[in-house]
C-alpha cells in the first residue's frame, strides 16, 4: 500500500466476506507475568496451576491462524512490535461500525498496545477515526454488531468501579447511541469476577455471537438481566440460537470468528458446537488454540476486523 492510499472502512456485521483484519502478533511477549501483573482471571488461574501457555505454543497456534486467514485471501495487517509486551489480543484496541474506527479506551495495563496500531490508523482518513471521550471507557470485544443492531457488554457504576475485569461502561453506550443514531444501540450487563474465571465474562463476544446471517452463539447464564437474554431470542429466534453450557462457556466456546457466512473459524475442542455449524452448512477451519486461550481470549479476541463486504 503506498503512502497515499486510505483504506476504506466497512464493517456492518460480524459475518460478512472479510477483506482485510488486524491480527495481533505473538512476538517478544516478555517473559511469564507474575499474578500482580495479570488483569484477567484465567491468567491467574493458569500461572497458579503452572499451565500458562509458552512463546512457543503462543507463536504456533498464531501462525496456524494466519495460513486460513490467507488460505481466504484475507488481507493481514499487524501491530509494530513492542519489546515484552503482550500484542495478541487487537480486537480491544479498536473497532469498526461502518465506516468508522473508533479508539477504544482500554484498561490502563493495556494502554501502550496502542501505539504499536497507529501505522494502521494513520492509513485511514482522519474524518472517519473518532477517538472516544476519556469518561467513555471500552473495549473493542464488547461491542458486537448484528444487523441494525450494536450490541455492548457494560456495567454499571457500582461493577465498574469495583471489578478490574469490567472493561466498558455506560457512558461509552451512550457516546455510541449518540454518535451512531441510525443504529440500535443496547447495553448489556455481565456477570463479573476478579478472581474466578468460571464466574466472569469479560466481554459480549466471551458470551454472545452472530455467526452466518441469522444464526447466534449465546451463553445465557453470562447476562446479569434476563430480559436482555429473552429480548435476544426474540430477534434472533431461540431455534437460531446454539445454547453453551457452563462449561463451554467457561472455555469461550462462542470466541469463534467469520470469515463469512459460511466460514468460520473454530477450535478443534468445540466439538458440539462445530457440528450445529456444520447442520447448517457452515465451513468450519478448525485449528488448536487451546493455549492462547489460557490468556483468557480466543479468535475474535486476536483480531480486528477492517473491511468487511
Given at each position: 500500500m503506498n503512502s497515499n492510499s486510505k483504506i476504506s472502512l466497512s464493517v456492518n456485521s460480524e459475518t460478512g466476506f472479510l477483506k482485510s483484519v488486524v491480527l495481533g502478533i505473538p512476538d517478544d511477549i516478555g517473559?511469564?507475568?507474575?499474578?500482580?501483573?495479570?488483569?484477567?482471571?484465567?491468567?491467574?488461574?493458569?500461572?497458579?496451576?503452572?499451565?500458562?501457555?509458552?512463546?512457543?505454543?503462543?507463536?504456533?497456534?498464531?501462525?496456524?491462524?494466519?495460513?486460513?486467514?490467507n488460505k481466504y485471501n484475507v488481507k493481514v495487517l499487524r501491530p509494530e512490535n513492542i519489546l515484552n509486551l503482550n500484542q495478541v489480543f487487537a480486537r480491544d484496541l479498536g473497532f469498526v461500525i461502518q465506516d468508522t474506527f473508533l479508539i477504544s479506551n482500554i484498561i490502563e495495563n493495556r494502554s501502550n498496545e496502542i501505539p504499536a496500531i497507529e501505522h494502521i490508523i494513520n492509513q485511514i482518513s482522519s474524518d472517519k477515526v473518532l477517538k472516544i471521550d476519556s469518561n467513555s471507557k471500552i473495549e473493542g470485544g464488547d461491542v458486537t454488531i448484528f444487523k441494525n443492531h450494536v450490541f455492548i457488554g457494560?456495567?454499571?457504576?457500582?461493577?465498574f468501579n469495583k471489578y478490574k475485569v469490567a472493561r466498558t461502561n455506560f457512558e461509552a453506550v451512550d457516546f455510541i447511541k449518540n454518535y451512531f443514531p441510525n443504529k440500535k444501540v443496547m447495553g448489556f450487563e455481565l456477570f463479573k469476577s476478579d478472581t474466578d474465571k468460571n464466574e466472569n465474562t469479560l466481554h459480549l463476544d466471551c458470551c454472545f455471537q452472530p455467526v452466518s446471517n441469522d444464526l447466534a452463539i449465546?451463553?445465557?447464564?453470562?447476562?446479569?438481566?434476563?430480559?436482555?437474554?429473552?429480548?435476544?431470542?426474540?430477534?434472533?429466534?431461540?431455534?437460531?440460537?446454539?445454547?453453551?453450557?457452563?462449561?463451554?462457556?467457561?472455555?469461550?466456546?462462542?470466541?469463534?470468528?467469520?470469515?463469512?457466512?459460511?466460514?468460520?473459524?473454530?477450535?478443534?475442542r468445540f466439538s458440539r458446537l462445530n457440528s450445529w455449524l456444520q447442520q447448517k452448512d457452515i465451513l468450519v477451519e478448525e485449528i488448536n488454540y487451546s493455549e492462547i486461550s489460557k490468556m483468557g481470549g480466543l479468535f475474535r479476541c486476536s483480531t480486528l476486523p477492517l473491511i468487511r463486504d
Open positions: 517473559p511469564v507475568p507474575n499474578i500482580e501483573e495479570c488483569f484477567d482471571p484465567s491468567s491467574v488461574y493458569h500461572l497458579e496451576n503452572n499451565s500458562y501457555p509458552t512463546a512457543i505454543d503462543i507463536s504456533k497456534e498464531m501462525a496456524d491462524f494466519l495460513e486460513v486467514l457494560a456495567s454499571n457504576p457500582t461493577d449465546i451463553a445465557p447464564d453470562s447476562f446479569k438481566n434476563k430480559r436482555d437474554v429473552g429480548y435476544l431470542e426474540e430477534l434472533i429466534g431461540k431455534s437460531n440460537l446454539f445454547y453453551l453450557s457452563k462449561e463451554e462457556k467457561n472455555n469461550m466456546h462462542s470466541n469463534i470468528f467469520s470469515i463469512s457466512p459460511k466460514v468460520v473459524i473454530s477450535d478443534k
